[in-house]
């Protein structure tokens, strides 16, 4: 029996949930993650899966933070153990002087019982197979008593957890009670055989009314809808599938028409990547805003087909919900392993535009951003994504519409503006931006013109001519220089406010955000000044040559093997490569922000000492 | 190269057709191919199709891939907006463009290389959508532009010029499109502009993917004794099997004595394509006959020409789809955002 505890720890923990997958736990844990929001306490909630549809250990993650950290947490109190083949892991994850709640009913053996942690038994399959009748209600109700469970022991609010039944089970009247009946059990089972609650547990604060909880590939589906964006073609790839699926789903329900249902958009799922990234190729080329969603091994593929968009200047987006590489990897692991390749893809001289989002939020945002980069510069656009971000629900705020937004389609010239010159060149650039005007299919019989992989003049005919070639490579270049210019700069948190650059200074991007900006705070709090710059596009943007030169010491946190950013960094500003030290954390699990405090601290002592080198250490593994 | 133009010579006489545009407008670059080259018959057809179906040039758009008939389309219609691709996956750029744009008129150029070999994939799944468009497959069983390599079309026995036989099958695409559920196929010869204008002209109205495969010689690299892709070859094996005439919607055609060996096909604009049989047994609107038909004949080492088979009732991927019936690319911004209340409404249910 636990110990009350004098000092409880309020609504600053974590716990997970060991389950086997295709046993309907993710909804329980849904609904543990969302009461606890609606409780309004911040909350992250971090789904570990396998690359399968059922039978194989998966666990949920969430951590409860007053101070709203949403990052991944390195250490739980608590393991929910309901998988008798992961109970050794399982009882080893869980941090000294926490706490493991196992289903009794499988006793757990002699071996496994580990000193410095309580262990809780609860008969949950006992007692669901007692109650219930049927081999899938008894498999689905035991999530819900282990809901009940947690309920009482970290006292998730019933009320809340009633009114979310409710909603679910609005038109299933047997359904509700039964989920009622398996609540309670839980929950009285708990109450009357321990001291509840925990040490730690939930409070109700008011520190989520103007967020929601949200996946990355949702977010970026709607803003897709949002941006006009009608053709979408994709290969399913795990973890970009959902994002298309959810742009199906909102265009099911924003794009049909009033009167006879038919669809204002047309998505088509190709036979595989490469023709999926022409069909967003041709749909662009003709005047469509049009993307694909993709993972790693997809962006192999379509590499072809970019370097002919890039080109032949066709706008279109992609976004890369990147997973672990080489290869197929992990497909249900995260990282940052596509940056490079994403930089310059395809063959030749070619460089692109890329968006690193950082949540759901920015998903939404800087997806919208994606199209109109990309029919302003008339050229593929990527937003960079990462499983963490895309399949994982966020606590961000409410996403808000602008309605006075219009797309920027760029250089167009129609039956109109064609009537008003001479001779229309496709690659003629007037006014030294490096970007020239574009005509659509159909518009004018004075507006044709052949797109060619091939070389081409400024006037898009054919050439072989090395000055006529170089007059259009090096504007592209040029077009390039104009976007760097144009895309989001990178997000400031500096320590000073007066500006005066602190002695550290921490680079990221993307996924880690969360995590860096936690462990940011932890080291100020420890006396350092730090000051942290996240990189939220390329081309870079010339303030970040800026940021790394005023800082003696830089950290560049990034999640892949070979510092892909910093790489990038290093070519792209010129600055030496080794004025930079990497942390990395590349294990395929979102990043902690004691890596990130660790990675630092080590940097900073290792620059004390003649040897010197790069803060890696290995990645830890699911169970820890 | 392909940027050559040809002077813009009007002669006064030349005929006119309903939009007052003589075949000159029709035409493209200077065509930069061998002499004799079959792919040029094919495009001199193409205008002519064109000419006559009056459609607008700029209406056009034209798509192909990689390799000597891919760059044709550079050829014909000048005015029209023209994608010279990468290799063997013209098909994808077609979907995408109709996706958006449905209202143009798609013509596709390739070759054998460029669909039966790297593209064979893109080009089953354009069949398998029936993507609306036409796609000419100017077959010569050679690649030309690298210089004389077997194509995935070659006959096994068939030699190369340095008298290398090919033992590997052949694909043939007249099969494969059948096996597919293509909707429109047809096999026709560079060397027969009677019997492929037509074609082509009821493969620009098809609503769905009409396949043509048409037999164009490679005089440089595949025009011999030895080969079953050669102009000889192919002239003393044609068997026209399924002669058509194609009859726009406006021509009258109550002049026509009725003949039970014609079979009339409806197209959706109302416009007919009609059959002569010259085997009383030929159906072109039964799939499997026309499989088993082709197939027999090549046992004889015949090749089968004319409109093989036409489904018109096949829905084209925008009908499978069910979009709208405008163009994508013709709805304006505000239909397609849902807009600020919508998305404050849709908020509510992610809390």
């Keep these: ?624 | 190269m392909t940027s050559i133009t040809k002077p813009p010579v009007r002669h006064p006489s030349l005929p006119k057709n309903a939009l007052g545009l003589t075949k000159r407008e029709y035409e493209g670059a200077m065509s930069t191919l061998c002499a004799g080259c079959g792919h040029d018959s094919v495009t001199a057809a193409l205008v002519h199709a064109l000419w006559e179906l009056d459609l607008p040039p700029h209406r056009a758009a034209k798509m192909s891939g990689i390799g000597c008939s891919s760059k044709t389309t550079a050829y014909f219609l000048r005015q029209s907006h023209g994608f010279n691709g990468v290799h063997g996956r013209m098909p994808a750029l077609a979907t995408g463009a109709n996706a958006a744009n449905k209202s143009l008129a798609y013509i596709g150029i390739s070759g054998d290389g460029d669909s039966l070999s790297i593209g064979l994939g893109q080009l089953c799944h354009a069949i398998r959508r029936n993507v609306n468009m036409l796609y000419v497959l100017e077959n010569n069983g050679v690649y030309g532009l690298t210089k004389g390599q077997f194509s995935a079309s070659a006959d096994v026995g068939s030699k190369s010029k340095r008298g290398e036989p090919n033992v590997q099958p052949p694909i043939d695409p007249v099969l494969l499109a059948l096996s597919l559920g293509a909707t429109f196929v047809a096999r026709s010869f560079s060397g027969d502009k009677s019997q492929l204008v037509p074609i082509l002209k009821a493969a620009m109205r098809h609503t769905g993917f009409a396949i043509i495969d048409v037999i164009s010689p490679c005089v440089s690299f595949n025009d011999h004794e030895t080969s079953t892709k050669s102009y000889r070859y192919t002239r003393n094996h044609y068997h026209d099997v399924a002669p058509v005439d194609f009859v726009p919607l406006r021509r009258e055609i109550s002049a026509e004595v009725p003949d039970n060996s014609v079979v009339s096909v409806t197209m959706h604009d109302g416009s007919s394509v009609r059959f002569r049989k010259v085997d009383e047994n030929y159906n072109p609107r039964d799939r499997d006959a026309a499989y088993a038909y082709v197939r027999a004949r090549q046992g004889m080492g015949e090749v089968v020409t004319g409109l093989l088979y036409i489904d018109e009732s096949a829905a084209d991927m925008h009908g499978v789809s069910g979009t709208v019936d405008r163009p994508l690319v013709e709805i304006p911004y505000e239909e397609l955002c849902p807009g600020s209340g919508a998305l404050a409404e849709l908020m509510t249910e992610y809390r």
């Design chain 1, 1 to 624: 029996m636990p110990q009350p505890s004098s000092t409880a720890r309020i609504n600053d923990f974590a716990f997970k949930i060991g389950t086997v997958n295709g046993t309907g736990s993710a909804s329980a844990n849904s609904l543990l993650m969302q009461a606890i929001f609606r409780m309004g306490i911040p909350v992250t909630g971090k789904n570990v899966f396998p690359s399968n549809i059922q039978g194989l250990p998966t666990w949920y993650e969430i951590r409860v933070s007053k101070d709203g950290y949403t990052a991944r947490p390195e250490e739980v109190d608590l393991v929910v153990a309901l998988n008798t083949a992961t109970y050794a892991k399982d009882v080893a994850a869980v941090r000294p002087g926490g706490y493991l709640l196992y289903d009794s009913s499988w006793p757990l053996d002699d071996t496994l019982i580990r000193e410095g942690i309580t262990i809780l038994g609860i008969p949950f399959g006992r007692m669901c197979v007692e109650s219930f009748q049927g081999d899938r209600e008894r498999t689905l109700l035991r999530n819900i008593a282990y809901a009940g469970a947690l309920a009482a022991l970290i006292e998730i609010d019933m009320d809340v957890i009633g009114e979310m039944l409710r909603e679910k089970f609005s038109k299933k009247k047997s359904l509700l009670d039964a989920n009622f009946t398996a609540i309670r059990l839980g929950y009285d089972y708990a109450k009357t055989h321990y001291d509840c609650p925990l040490p730690f547990r939930l409070e109700k604060m008011d520190a989520t009314k103007d967020s929601i909880l949200l996946d990355g590939n949702s977010a970026a589906a709607l803003g897709a809808v949002y941006a006009g964006a009608t053709v979408g073609a994709w290969y399913p790839i795990t973890p970009s599938t959902s994002l298309m699926e959810a742009f199906k789903e909102y265009c099911e329900r924003f794009r049909l028409d009033p009167a006879t249902k038919q669809r204002k958009y047309c998505l088509i799922q190709a036979e595989d990547e490469l023709a999926a990234a022409g069909m967003v190729i041709g749909a662009g080329w003709a005047g469509a805003r049009s993307f694909t969603s993709t993972a790693g091994p997809g962006i192999s593929l379509m590499s072809e087909f970019i370097g002919l968009a890039y080109y032949t200047e066709i706008p279109g987006v992609f976004f890369d919900i990147q997973r672990t590489g080489p290869s197929t990897g992990m497909p249900t692991r995260t990282q940052q392993g596509d940056l490079l390749s994403i930089a310059y893809l395809s063959h030749g001289d070619t460089k692109h535009i890329a968006l690193f989002p950082a949540n759901p939020e920015e998903c939404f945002y800087l997806g919208v951003e994606a199209f109109d980069l990309a029919e302003r510069f008339q050229t593929p656009v990527f937003v960079v994504s990462d499983l963490d971000i895309g399949m994982n629900d966020w606590m961000c705020p409410a996403l808000k519409w602008d309605d006075a937004y219009r797309p920027d389609r760029g250089k167009v010239l129609g039956a109109e503006d064609l009537e008003k010159i001479q001779r229309f060149s496709r690659y003629f650039d007037t006014d030294g931006d490096g970007i020239a005007a574009r005509t659509l299919p159909g518009a004018s019989p004075k507006g044709g013109y052949f797109t060619r992989g091939s070389g081409h003049d400024k006037h898009a005919a054919y050439t072989e001519d090395s000055a006529d070639y170089l007059e259009v490579v090096d504007r592209l270049a040029r077009k390039l220089e104009t976007a760097s210019h144009a895309v989001p700069g990178p997000e400031l948190h500096l320590q000073n406010e007066n500006g005066s650059a602190g002695a550290i200074g921490i680079i990221s991007l993307g996924g880690c955000h969360a995590a860096v900006l936690e462990g940011v705070d932890r080291l100020r709090s420890e006396g350092h000044s730090v000051d942290y710059m996240r990189v939220r596009a390329f081309p870079f943007a010339p303030s970040i040559r800026d940021f790394i030169e005023a800082h003696e010491r830089c950290y560049v946190v990034e999640q892949n093997r070979d510092g892909q950013l910093r790489t990038l960094l290093a070519i792209e500003t010129g600055i030496a490569r080794d004025r930079m030290t990497s942390v990395l954390d590349y294990g395929g699990l979102p990043l902690t922000a004691d890596r990130v405090v660790r990675g630092v601290l080590h940097g900073e002592a290792s620059a004390k000492s003649p040897s010197y080198s790069p803060a890696r250490e290995p990645a830890p593994s699911l169970s820890r």
